[in-house]
């Protein structure tokens, strides 16, 4: 079956670096599509950011300019570099894939329900001096 693993989270001070991947086995989405969600404690998962298979990418306002998504040539690992990170960034990150052609990525998301996305098990960010 589908399966998309996320590694590379961990602790961070606060203007610190991390790069987190998602590795997606089991199949390649139909158009190509990679989402990085993230959800903070008490809160819905929230859209950080989107890159297609034409390589064209999203990012929501509060990680525009510090974050950067990419994807490798063979669509299974798709990574998200995080820079100049904030306290406010800490949360759980989730990788996330459509589970058919057409379906976008929505600003926000009840966590891990299946009936738009495939869903990693996430991996925690913390952001604290």
């Known amino acids: 079956g589908v399966q998309l693993e996320e590694s590379g989270g961990g602790s961070v001070q606060p203007g610190g670096s991390l790069k987190i991947s998602c590795t997606i086995s089991?199949?390649?989405?139909?158009?190509?599509?990679v989402a990085w969600y993230r959800q903070a404690p008490g809160n819905m998962c929230h859209l950080v950011a989107s890159?297609?298979?034409?390589?064209?990418?999203y990012y929501a306002d509060p990680v525009k300019g510090r974050f950067t998504i990419s994807q490798n040539n063979a669509k299974n690992t798709a990574s998200l570099q995080m820079n100049s990170l904030e306290t406010e960034d800490t949360a759980v990150y989730y990788c996330?894939?459509?589970?058919?052609?057409?379906?976008?990525?929505?600003?926000?998301?009840?966590?891990?329900?299946?009936?738009?996305?495939?869903w990693g098990q996430g991996t925690q960010v913390t952001v604290s001096s």
């Open positions: 089991g199949f390649t989405s139909g158009d190509g599509n």
């Open positions: 890159i297609g298979i034409d390589g064209t990418t």
């Open positions: 996330a894939v459509p589970v058919r052609w057409g379906l976008i990525f929505r600003y926000s998301e009840e966590c891990r329900s299946p009936s738009r996305y495939y």
